[in-house]
């Protein structure tokens, strides 16, 4: 079992940025892609950005050339630079963690979440 603790949220103007972080500890049996994903009131939880295990990485359109995903697997974490910030991003945002758990079942791994508020 592994737990993941979202940090870095909170209220930024339009235009403006903000970097989350997500730490993981505890243990898994393998790790197939880090991701972020979001849910704004009212709408599904969506793909912000992936990572995979090789490195490569997935953007959703509405935040491609804004958003960089990365990875630090000496700290066991996980970032989100958000650059370029707009009223539209406003969501609760949740870390993700896909792999195989150590009963080799292939599972879906979620934070708490962090909310980041952006104001016009």
């Known amino acids: 079992q592994i737990q993941l603790v979202e940090s870095g949220g909170g209220l930024v103007q339009a235009g403006g940025s903000l970097r989350l972080a997500c730490t993981i500890s505890g243990s898994i049996f393998s790790i197939n892609s880090l991701g972020w994903y979001r849910q704004a009131p009212g709408k599904q939880r969506e793909l912000v950005a992936s990572i995979t295990s090789g490195g490569s990485t997935n953007y959703a359109d509405s935040v491609q050339g804004r958003f960089t995903i990365s990875r630090n697997d000496a700290r066991n974490a996980v970032y989100l630079q958000m650059n370029s910030l707009k009223p539209e991003d406003t969501a609760v945002y949740y870390c993700?963690?896909?792999?195989?758990?150590?009963?080799?079942?292939?599972?879906?791994?979620w934070g708490q979440g962090t909310q980041v508020t952006v104001s016009s």
């Open positions: 993700n963690v896909r792999g195989y758990g150590l009963d080799r079942m292939a599972r879906d791994y």
